[in-house]
């Protein structure tokens, strides 16, 4: 209770004293000494304000873990839980420093009774990283003056930009350590291959008896073997691919290192030797050391040491100065360990890697090309480059598959489907 209405609530039963005083007595004193707390209980009635803990606000995020480019709707509710009208109430949510408003306004103007709740809602465009919205500003009337305050809401308080990928599945350009890629060879694994004649070391469980009863003759099933593959990550980050749709969405190289950081994840936890190169970012830019004193590379490896210079280099490569290559496809293929295969990834908004998917076709290294769409603007310009972009998809999938990668939707499912049908592990 504020200082206010104390003091109303003692001129109350003092005004009504007097007042009946002066009706008995008919004295007309007691009626002019009723007017002086009258006045101070209209002068309270008028200039008492709001409580600020009155005001209750709480936060719901549509969608706490989206992906990058996707739009989040936040909804704000605000309830007045004093005793107050709040006439003039003026609420600012807390937006995390780096997220865009794509629709609607983080600021509000209402009115609300007591007891009343009332929403507003904005639209925020998803980027990679963790985001945590910080206290709601309100401003209220308080007499004459206005008084501002910060509320922490109550609900959801945090983004998290990233999903997994279920599983990655890659080209049949293995070593010979045991792993979870399938190829063409028959032997031991789970998947049928085919049939051979039976040896007599061979164990009884790959013998198959239906052949037996149709031929008399025993034969042994051989399965595609399972082995490890040795891959290397390209990303792509030269000048001309950090280009964003529009102010605040996330640029080509922040969706491709978002992409290529999730698969490299998944790759881990296998047996796969996984190695990393970057185009258009100068070793002396990233912490990690390179292994080459050209690019920014890293060669295939597996274990602890390998795995935080990789993460560690996706991190930096956001902030470090960006430029276009030169003589990108030599030195590129100079590099590349024998038996490899390359997962590009790329925004694809000039032609600089379609010499390079030639001459890795030419000289058997398998590649596959994850590229995510910028090109999603409304805009004049942009539809042209979405033109652009269409045309070399089609040319450059003559030397690779091209998973096109529609950054409104998740990437886990469209890149994980579409990697399961590239390498015919599903073909639905």
């Not at 002019?32 to 709001?50: G, H, T, W």
Request: no cysteine; aromatic share 6%.
């Amino acid at each position: 209770m504020n200082e206010s209405y104390r003091a109303w609530s003692y001129a109350l039963p003092v005004t009504v004293t007097l007042i009946l005083l002066g009706v008995v007595s008919g004295r007309p004193e007691f009626f002019v000494a009723a007017v002086i707390p009258a006045v101070f209980i209209l002068f309270s009635k008028i200039s008492r304000s709001p409580s600020e803990e009155a005001l209750e606000l709480e936060r719901s995020i549509s969608d706490e873990a989206p992906g990058p480019g996707e739009e989040v709707e936040i909804t704000v509710s605000a309830k007045n839980d004093g005793s107050t009208t709040m006439t003039d109430l003026r609420i600012v949510d807390g937006v995390p420093e780096g997220l865009k408003v794509t629709d609607g306004s983080p600021r509000s103007s209402i009115a609300l009774s007591p007891g009343k709740e009332k929403q507003f809602s904005y639209s925020l465009v998803a980027r990679r990283g963790s985001y945590v919205f910080e206290s709601a500003k309100a401003e209220f009337s308080s007499g004459s003056n206005k008084k501002g305050v910060e509320v922490e809401a109550s609900g959801d308080k945090e983004i998290q930009v990233g999903t997994e990928i279920q599983e990655a599945v890659l080209r049949d350009k293995t070593d010979l350590q045991t792993g979870d890629l399938v190829t063409r060879d028959g032997g031991s694994g789970v998947e049928f291959h085919s049939l051979r004649d039976y040896k007599s070391s061979d164990p009884i469980s790959r013998i198959e008896w239906r052949h037996m009863a149709k031929t008399g003759d025993l034969a042994t099933k051989n399965f595609r073997e399972e082995r490890s593959g040795k891959i290397i990550i390209v990303l792509d980050a030269r000048e001309s691919s950090d280009r964003k749709a529009d102010e605040g969405h996330p640029t080509g190289v922040d969706l491709s290192a978002y992409a290529a950081r999730t698969v490299f994840k998944l790759l881990d936890k296998s047996r796969h030797r996984t190695g990393l190169a970057v185009l258009g970012v100068n070793p002396e830019d990233v912490t990690a050391t390179s292994d080459s004193p050209v690019l920014q590379y890293i060669r295939p490896g597996s274990g602890r040491r390998p795995r935080q210079k990789i993460l560690g280099t996706l991190e930096d490569v956001q902030k470090a100065d960006k430029h276009d290559e030169d003589e990108m496809t030599s030195r590129l293929y100079r590099m590349l360990p024998p038996d490899s295969q390359i997962l590009f990834f790329s925004p694809l908004l000039d032609d600089g890697l379609e010499d390079t998917l030639k001459l890795l076709d030419t000289h058997g290294f398998p590649s596959t090309v994850v590229s995510p769409d910028v090109t999603y603007a409304d805009s004049p310009a942009a539809r042209l480059e979405a033109v652009e972009r269409d045309l070399r998809v089609k040319e450059l999938r003559k030397w690779a598959p091209v998973i096109d990668w529609d950054v409104k939707r998740p990437m886990s499912i469209q890149v994980s489907k579409a990697l399961r049908r590239i390498y015919m592990r599903d073909k639905r």
